[in-house]
């Protein structure tokens, strides 16, 4: 599944350090979250959330780079919140906010945007491939949203960021961000974050073809399995899945040219904490006739629970505004000192 088996950046323990590291993430509401984002991020948030000064925010402003429906993404926010909470994120120890509500994101992307250069965006994968052929009917948005992503992280001087693969290359841009800023102007106010990649789940591809990842935004559902999906569609989906006639391999290596089969064997090991060899081991040899039952049985026993908790939260919408709101409070009074900050820095206020 995953094409790089990247290493997550080592963290350390708090016990350690004198400072907790902090660590920042977002995810998009843009439709349903799906196992890509549970397994490539979010479950990696959960399990910070107890030793670590996290930050989780539902990354509003930038669902906007591409066209939204008004009422859709109102809706989309509380039910990404209450997925994230479903998905075990616990808003008594994690600041948990939605990013158009603290101003300070918004603000201190303007200023990256006056250090970024032209020719470092122009290299990002992401817009090329989300701005396709039609590139120059893409919004500014949408190719400034590395700076954005930037600010989200540094107006909270974040040090770690527990993302996807895909994310990787804005992450590093984030880090020649901070650098340029602390050297343009002197100062030594912005660590270099280090993303957190988990290995085995960092890159979760679509069901239906294994040389794209899953995605929120793909027109079609059976490319995905999401958090809200019942025992019956993630049955369905996954027996839909592409896959090929051939048995398992007992190694990685018969995977090579077998993408969706690769997928597959990934999305098992992720979801039961084993390694793909281990997956192989146990069920090289078999057929999808016997592997396609057992992933099912897996992934329902996992997204099931998230799937009915997150229905019984959406049904007090007040309870989930009420959590934003004091997630809003706790982000703000942490990104207004570093705002603060930046601006003596760049000349804006007395020093
Ligand atoms: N397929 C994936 N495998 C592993 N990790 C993934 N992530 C997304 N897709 C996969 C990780 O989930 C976090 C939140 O992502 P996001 O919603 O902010 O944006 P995205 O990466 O653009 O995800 P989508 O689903 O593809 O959304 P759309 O379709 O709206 O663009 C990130 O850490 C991401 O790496």
């Given at each position: 599944?995953?094409q790089?088996?990247s ?8 016990a350690q350090t ?14 349903n ?6 397994l490539g991020?979010?479950r990696?948030?959960?399990?910070q ?9 539902v990354?509003?402003?930038h ?11 109102r ?6 919140t209450?997925?994230l ?5 616990d808003p008594?120890?994690a600041v948990?906010f939605?990013?158009?509500?603290v ?6 992307a ?14 990002m994968?992401?817009?090329k ?6 590139r120059e ?9 590395p ?6 992280i ?7 960021v527990p ?10 841009l984030t880090?020649?961000?901070?650098a ?10 912005f ?7 988990q290995g ?7 069901l239906?073809?294994?040389?794209s ?22 049955a ?22 077998r993408?969706?089969?690769r ?5 098992y090991?992720a ?10 081991s146990?069920?090289?040899g ?15 026993s ?8 997150m ?10 505004d ?10 703000r ?12 820095i760049?000349?804006?206020l007395?020093?």
């Amino acid at each position: 599944m995953s094409q790089t088996q990247s290493s997550s950046a080592d963290i350390t323990s708090p016990a350690q350090t004198e400072r907790k590291n902090v660590i920042f993430s977002g995810v998009q509401p843009t439709g349903n979250l799906h196992l890509g984002n549970y397994l490539g991020a979010i479950r990696n948030w959960v399990a910070q959330q107890n030793d670590f000064d996290c930050i989780y925010c539902v990354v509003d402003l930038h669902a906007i780079t591409v066209p939204q429906d008004p009422q859709a993404l109102r809706t989309s926010i509380r039910e990404v919140t209450a997925c994230l909470i479903a998905s075990g994120i616990d808003p008594d120890q994690a600041v948990l906010f939605n990013q158009s509500s603290v101003p300070q994101h918004a603000e201190l992307a303007w200023i990256f945007n006056c250090v970024a250069r032209l020719g470092w965006l122009n290299r990002m994968t992401q817009f090329k491939e989300k701005a396709g052929k039609n590139r120059e009917n893409a919004t500014v948005g949408l190719y400034s949203y590395p700076t954005l992503m930037a600010a989200d992280i540094l107006a909270y001087k974040a040090t770690h960021v527990p993302v996807g693969e895909d994310q990787k290359q804005h992450l590093e841009l984030t880090r020649d961000i901070a650098a340029a800023f602390n050297s343009m102007y002197g100062a030594d106010i912005f660590p270099l974050p280090e993303p957190q990649i988990q290995g085995v789940a960092a890159r979760v591809m679509s069901l239906r073809d294994g040389s794209s990842k899953m995605s929120k935004s793909d027109p079609s559902d059976y490319t995905r399995i999401n958090l809200t999906d019942s025992a019956d569609e993630i049955a369905q989906k996954i027996k839909k899945a592409k896959t090929d006639p051939e048995p398992l391999p007992s190694e990685m290596a018969g995977l090579d040219d077998r993408p969706e089969a690769r997928n597959l064997v990934g999305i098992y090991a992720a979801l039961s904490g084993a390694t793909n060899a281990e997956i192989l081991s146990e069920f090289g040899g078999q057929g999808f006739g016997i592997f396609k039952p057992a992933l099912v049985e897996l992934a329902v026993s996992q997204i099931a629970p998230i799937s009915e908790k997150m229905n019984r939260l959406l049904d007090d919408r007040a309870e989930i505004d009420r959590i934003l709101k004091k997630g809003t409070e706790q982000a703000r009074a942490r990104a207004e000192p570093v705002l603060a900050e930046v601006k003596k820095i760049v000349g804006f206020l007395p020093e």
